[in-house]
C-alpha cells in the first residue's frame, strides 16, 4: 500500500514535455529524495502532488497521481483541503511578514479556528518538532523576518506541520543556508520521518544519501530509476544514473 | 604617455558631467526657492487664526479661507467615498485575478493612459455627466465625483504596483497551506501590499486637493458666502479661492492670495511626506 503513487503521468509546459510518464510509489512513514540535474523535473514532480502547478497558467497533466488510493486529480477532489493535507516546504525561506505565532497559527485560522488555548498548544507543539521553540518562545509575537534564514526555514517547517498533515513536501529546502542549518534541517527530517510522509528535492546528493530511504534519480523528465538509496548510490543499475552520482554531468 | 592622456580626459569628462548635473539640480532648487520665498515675503502676514475662521468678504483684510476649507474637507470626502472602493478593487482585480490575455493588456494600457489625460478634460466630462445630465447642478456631489474619476487611475495603479511588490513567494506559502484565492489575498497580498497602496491613496489626495481647472469647468468658480451643509450644496475650494483672488484688483487680495497658497502648499507638503515615510516604511518591511 503506497501512500504517494503516480501512474504514468506526464505533464506538459504549454508545448514542452516535463514530464514523460512517471509511475512510482512512496511507503507512507518515509524519507524518498528526488534527484537529478537542474530542469529535470523533479521539482516539477513533486508539486503535481500538491497540484501546485495548477498555479502555473498552461500547464497540461495527463495521467493519474493518488495519495492513499484516491486520484489528486480525481472531479470530486477539493484542491484547497487537499493542499491542508499536504505540507510543502519551499526551497527560499518564504514566512509570511507577520509574527513568528501568527506564521505556525496561519493553517489553523485558514480553517476557521478560533480556540485561542488549542491555537496556542499547536503553535507550541509544530514549534517543538521544528526544534526551534527554545530559540524563540520569549519573541513570538517578534515578526518572522528578523530571524535567520536557517530559523526562517524551520519555522516554514513548524508553519506546514502545525496543521497536521499526513504528507510533507520540501522542494530543495537546505540549499539556501549554510552548513549548521543544513545538518539542523537534515536531522529535523530524521525526527519527521515516523510521523510523516517526506519527500525531498535536492542538489545535494550526500543530503540525499545521509536522509533518504530511498532516492529517485530524473532527467530530461524521465525516471531513470528509483530503488534503496544505499543501492541506488552504491550500485546503480543504469549508466545515466552512475554518471550523475559520479559527478560526470550535471 | 598616451595612456595618462586618456585618463586625463575621461577624469575631465567626469568632472565635466558632475559639474551639469549639479546646476541642473541648482536650477531647480533655485526655481523652488524664489517661488517660496516671493510667496512667503507676500503672504505670511496674512496668515492669523482669523484667516481660517473669516467667510470670504467683499473687504480683503477682513477675507478668510474658511468656507474653502470646509468646501475642499467635504469635496475630498466625497471623492475618497467613491474613488477608493472603486479604484482599489479595481487595481486588485486586474493585479490578483484578471487572467493575463489580451483584453487585460488593452484595459491597463488605458488605464495607464487615463492618468496622463489633462484634468481639464474630466471637468468637462463631469460637466456633461454628473452636472446636466445627472441633474446634480453645480454641488459638492458633482464635483465629487468629478475628482474621483481624476484621482481613480492614480489609485489603481498605485495599488497594482504595490500588490506586484508582494513576492510570489508569499502566496505560494498559502496556497501550499490550502488556503483559497480570497484568504491569499485578504490575509498575505493586502496586509503586505497595504502601506505601497495607501503611499498612493495619499499621494492621489495630494493630487486632488491643488486641482483646479475641472472644479472651474463644473462650476466651483462661484462666491459662496455660506458652509456647505449637504452634498448638493454648492461650494468652494482652497485652490479656487486663491484664482479667485489673484484676478480682484486689490493688492491687498494678492497678498490674500499668496496666504492662501501657503496653506495649500503645507497641504501638499505634509501629505507628500506622510507618504514618502509610509513608503520607506513600507519597503523596509517588504524587503527579503
Redesign the interface.
Known amino acids: 500500500m503506497y501512500k504517494l503513487e503516480s501512474n504514468n503521468l506526464h505533464l506538459y509546459y504549454g508545448q514542452k514535455h516535463a514530464l514523460k510518464g512517471i509511475s512510482l510509489g512512496i511507503k507512507a512513514n518515509s524519507v524518498t529524495a528526488f534527484i537529478g540535474p537542474s530542469g529535470c523535473g523533479k521539482s516539477t514532480y513533486l508539486r503535481c502532488f500538491n497540484r501546485m502547478n495548477d498555479l502555473i497558467p498552461n500547464v497540461r497533466i495527463e495521467g493519474e497521481a493518488f495519495i492513499d488510493k484516491i486520484n489528486i486529480y480525481g472531479r470530486n477532489i477539493d484542491v484547497y483541503e487537499h493542499r491542508k493535507d499536504i505540507g510543502m516546504v519551499f526551497q527560499k525561506p518564504n514566512p509570511f511578514p507577520k509574527t513568528i505565532y501568527e506564521n505556525v497559527a496561519y493553517g489553523l485560522r485558514i480553517i476557521g479556528e478560533n480556540s485561542k488555548s488549542l491555537i496556542d498548544d499547536a503553535v507550541e507543539v509544530a514549534l517543538r518538532q521544528s526544534a526551534l521553540w527554545d530559540e524563540v518562545k520569549d519573541s513570538l509575537n517578534k515578526s518572522a523576518l528578523t530571524l535567520s534564514g536557517g530559523q526562517q526555514q524551520r519555522l516554514c517547517i513548524a508553519r506546514a506541520i502545525a496543521v497536521k498533515p499526513s504528507v510533507l513536501l520540501m522542494d530543495e529546502p537546505a540549499s539556501a543556508l549554510d552548513p549548521i542549518s543544513t545538518a539542523k534541517i537534515e536531522e529535523l527530517i530524521y525526527q519527521l520521518k515516523s510521523e510523516y510522509t517526506i519527500v525531498i528535492v535536492t542538489h545535494n546528493m550526500q543530503q540525499a544519501g545521509r536522509v533518504s530511504d530511498k532516492t529517485a534519480f530524473f532527467y530530461l523528465g524521465e525516471l531513470i530509476e528509483y530503488d534503496e538509496t544505499r543501492k541506488l548510490f552504491t550500485n546503480p543499475g543504469k549508466e545515466a544514473t552512475q554518471n550523475y552520482i559520479s559527478g560526470r554531468f550535471g | 604617455m598616451t595612456r595618462k592622456h586618456r585618463f586625463n580626459s575621461a577624469k575631465l569628462q567626469d568632472n565635466l558631467f558632475k559639474f551639469f548635473a549639479l546646476l541642473c539640480t541648482g536650477i531647480g532648487l533655485l526655481v523652488l526657492a524664489v517661488l517660496l520665498i516671493d510667496i512667503m515675503s507676500k503672504g505670511l502676514e496674512r496668515i492669523n487664526w482669523s484667516f481660517f475662521t473669516n467667510l470670504p468678504s467683499r473687504h480683503f483684510n477682513e477675507s478668510g479661507i474658511y468656507t474653502a476649507l470646509v468646501g475642499m474637507i467635504s469635496l475630498l470626502f466625497f471623492t475618497l467615498l467613491i474613488a477608493l472602493p472603486i479604484g482599489i478593487m479595481s487595481g486588485i482585480y486586474l493585479q490578483e485575478y484578471g487572467?493575463?490575455n489580451w483584453f487585460a493588456r488593452f484595459v491597463e494600457i488605458n488605464i495607464a493612459n487615463l492618468a496622463g489625460v489633462p484634468s481639464v478634460i474630466y471637468g468637462i466630462l463631469g460637466l456633461q455627466i454628473f452636472v446636466r445630465a445627472a441633474g446634480l447642478g453645480n454641488s459638492i456631489l458633482a464635483g465629487g465625483l468629478t475628482l474621483a474619476l481624476l484621482i481613480m487611475p492614480i489609485i489603481i495603479v498605485a495599488t497594482r504596483e504595490a500588490i506586484k511588490a508582494v513576492?510570489n513567494?508569499?502566496?505560494?506559502?498559502?496556497?501550499?497551506?490550502?488556503?483559497?484565492k480570497w484568504?491569499t489575498t485578504k490575509?498575505?497580498v493586502l496586509?503586505?501590499a497595504w502601506g505601497g497602496i495607501l503611499t498612493g491613496v495619499i499621494l492621489s489626495i495630494s493630487r486632488a486637493i491643488g486641482e483646479t481647472a475641472p472644479l472651474i469647468v463644473v462650476g466651483a468658480l462661484v462666491y459662496v458666502p455660506f458652509i456647505p451643509e449637504g452634498p448638493l450644496d454648492k461650494y468652494t475650494t482652497l485652490p479656487i479661492q486663491i484664482f479667485n483672488w489673484t484676478s480682484r484688483p486689490q493688492q491687498g487680495f494678492v497678498i490674500n492670495a499668496a496666504a492662501g497658497i501657503i496653506v495649500l502648499l503645507a497641504f501638499t507638503f505634509l501629505l507628500n511626506g506622510i507618504a514618502i515615510l509610509l513608503r520607506n516604511r513600507w519597503y523596509n518591511?517588504?524587503r527579503?
Open positions: 487572467t493575463k513576492p513567494s508569499l502566496r505560494e506559502a498559502s496556497f501550499g497551506m490550502g488556503a483559497t484568504q490575509r498575505i496586509p503586505a518591511k517588504i527579503f
